[in-house]
């Protein structure tokens, strides 16, 4: 379910759920099960309501690891609604030094409330340096237009890193927040617009129903390959992008037809209308594809890359068959599918990775003109470095 919310029905059969889970959760709770939390708001469910445990309460050491985790996690966050919220003090300093302004805020728990029945699961990095009992001290003894000296002033040098590659968690987190990577700012307000009532979602596109399904068929097609636990757009991926309008590749379609929705709503635009328009923009689109020399690449009936025959000799993994080479999918091992302007042919790279060199290659030119023939030798098992026989001495 993508909703966070459940009905004032439910509230009514929470003092049940609440005495059943008593025994899955024996410690002693501070909880008030008349208390109504937020979510119990009819308006507000959707298709489902959020997925909370029943009054049935199953035997949680029969059920797997994967099982009982995923139980747990629901019913402990089922009943931290009924529990007192967390409560802290803040204080907060303002310092004017010439021009430049400064600002330092510090918390003290005073009354952990439900996180102290989830324990650490709440408290991220930032929240953490917040809480710091020292610096809240320190900051409550600055009064309010006293003169404070600087006693050291540190510069730090950083460079500035790329953004890391997305594994598939942190994928599909982003794509509840695309609107994040939107620079145009119409194109951005829409997105957030259309998600203004709903809670999880900040300019997303896809629903939690599709997103996974759609990560999966990209995989499938071999636009994307998980390596070592991250998604890496393969040259396929690259070609299809390259090769649609800009229009299909950008968050704008969403944002766009989403603000046709609105008019369809507030009866500004026929159904029949938007649906014409879609027709002309997507013969357009279509139109405007540009295969050029866009190459397909091969996969195998799962939907994978092919693989060579023979394993890593580095890491003992198997080794997918990619357009620009032969790369390792358990480390760094890699052979380019180009050598001194040779192609390495599957059957090469097959000897290569299996025994440690390949048969004669004919055709190999020369600096000062003609050609010659020669094996190639894999040099570092490691990397896959290339290179030639070494040359008897006179």
Known sequence: SD??????????EAPQVIDALKSVFPQSLDIDSARKSKAFNSEKVTAHTAIIPTASVPDVNALSTDERNVYLAIAQHY??????????QEVSVAIQCGDESFYARARKTTDSGFEAFLGAETTDVGESEDNDDSAFELLCKIRTGETLT?????????????PPLFTEASLLAALVRVADFVTDPTIKKLL?????????????????????????????????TLEKGKL??????????????????????????SEKQTAIENGDLTVEQFINELYG?????????????MKIEPASP?????????????????????????????????IWSEFSG?????????????????????????????????????????????GFPARAKK
Not at 79 to 88: D, H, N, R, S, T
Not at 235 to 251: M, S
Not at 281 to 288: A, H, K, N, P, V
Not at 351 to 367: E, R
């Open 3 to 12: 909703c966070s919310y459940l009905s004032d029905e439910q509230f009514s």
């Open 79 to 88: 009943l931290v609604q009924f529990m007192p919220e967390k409560a802290y």
């Open 150 to 162: 600087t006693k050291e002033v540190v510069v730090n040098e950083k460079k500035t890193t790329p």
């Open 192 to 224: 957030k617009d259309k998600d203004k009532d709903k809670k999880d979602e900040h300019g997303g596109i896809g629903t939690p129903a599709t997103r996974a399904a759609i990560l999966e068929t990209l995989k499938k097609r071999s636009y994307i």
């Open 232 to 257: 890496i757009p393969t040259d396929t991926g690259y070609a299809l992008i390259d090769a649609l309008p800009g229009i299909a590749v950008n968050p704008d379609m969403t944002a766009l037809w």
């Open 281 to 293: 923009e997507l013969t357009g689109m279509i139109s405007d594809v540009d295969l050029g020399e």
């Open 302 to 334: 799962a939907g994978q890359f092919q693989r060579l025959d023979s394993p890593c000799p580095s890491c003992g993994k198997h080794i997918v068959i990619r357009l620009k080479g032969y790369f390792c999918a358990g480390c760094e091992f890699k």
């Open 342 to 386: 040779k192609k390495i042919t599957q059957a090469q790279a097959g000897k290569l990775v299996k025994s440690g060199k390949t048969d004669l290659i004919k055709g190999f030119k020369k600096k000062s003109g003609g050609t010659y023939d020669t094996v190639l030798v894999l040099e570092d098992k490691k990397t896959g470095k290339l």
